[in-house]
Antibody
Framework: QVQLQESGPGLVKPSETLSLTCTVS????????WSWIRQPAGKGLEWIGIVSTSGGTYYNPSLKSRVTMSVDTSKNQCSLRLSSVTAADSAIYYCATGFSKDVDYWGQGTLVTVSS | DVQMTQSPSSLSASVGDRVTITCRASKGVRNDLGWYQQKPGKAPKRLIYAASNLQSGVPSRFSGSGSGTEFTLTISSLQPEDFATYYCLQHNSYPLTFGGGTKVEIK
């Protein structure tokens, strides 16, 4: 069974770029589509976007101008970059995956706080 | 975007109760819908895929139904470990969209 582990800085300053990595184990990253999903404290889930191992991406229009996702098949990792962050971007960020657009497996999540 | 309207936003129920949660889509999503359970401090876990298929390892008291614009998650006999927040997610079209969540609390 595929396992996902998010990593990255837990604290990011306003206006800077949030960068997270998801390391995949238990299967090849090439078999899946990779989504990032976030959840502000005490709130619901927001889908950020998706990347395939062919490099195709789709980003939520609400974040599109600030988001970049990529996949590194040699490292079995995918990544998320979110630029020009504000306090509203503080959330738990999840890496998640499925065989197509659906979401089956989730990482444990990583808390990112935007603060100076 | 497809808007997913989930109801109720919260409910109180007793162990053994039958619980029903609904998600309505602003336009048809065929059966491209999943249901997820989230406990405090944990990642969501998928219970149902393709609207009505039980995820492996999930107890049979959970069931899903519906297609198109109206979907239902039913817990036939609520157990103590089922107190959690439940979300639906449509993956028919981009952007993927979640329902607002239903918090199931102990009465």
């Amino acid at each position: 069974q595929v396992q996902l582990q998010e990593s990255g800085p837990g604290l990011v300053k306003p206006s800077e770029t949030l960068s997270l990595t998801c390391t995949v184990s238990g299967d090849s990253i090439s078999n899946y589509y990779w989504s990032w999903i976030r959840q502000p404290a005490g709130k619901g889930l927001e889908w950020i976007g998706i990347v395939s191992t062919s490099g195709g991406t789709y980003y939520n229009p609400s974040l599109k101008s600030r988001v970049t996702m990529s996949v590194d098949t040699s490292k079995n990792q995918c990544s998320l970059r979110l630029s020009s962050v504000t306090a509203a971007d503080s959330a738990i960020y999840y890496c998640a995956t499925g065989f197509s657009k659906d979401v089956d497996y989730w990482g444990q999540g990583t808390l990112v706080t935007v603060s100076s | 975007d497809v808007q997913m309207t989930q109801s109720p936003s919260s409910l109180s129920a007793s162990v053994g109760d039958r619980v029903t949660i609904t998600c309505r889509a602003s336009k048809g999503v065929r059966n491209d819908l999943g249901w997820y359970q989230q406990k405090p401090g944990k990642a969501p876990k998928r219970l149902i895929y393709a609207a009505s298929n039980l995820q492996s390892g999930v107890p049979s008291r959970f069931s899903g139904s519906g297609s198109g614009t109206e979907f239902t998650l039913t817990i036939s006999s609520l157990q103590p470990e089922d107190f959690a927040t439940y979300y639906c997610l449509q993956h028919n079209s981009y952007p993927l969209t979640f329902g607002g969540g239903t918090k199931v609390e102990i009465k």
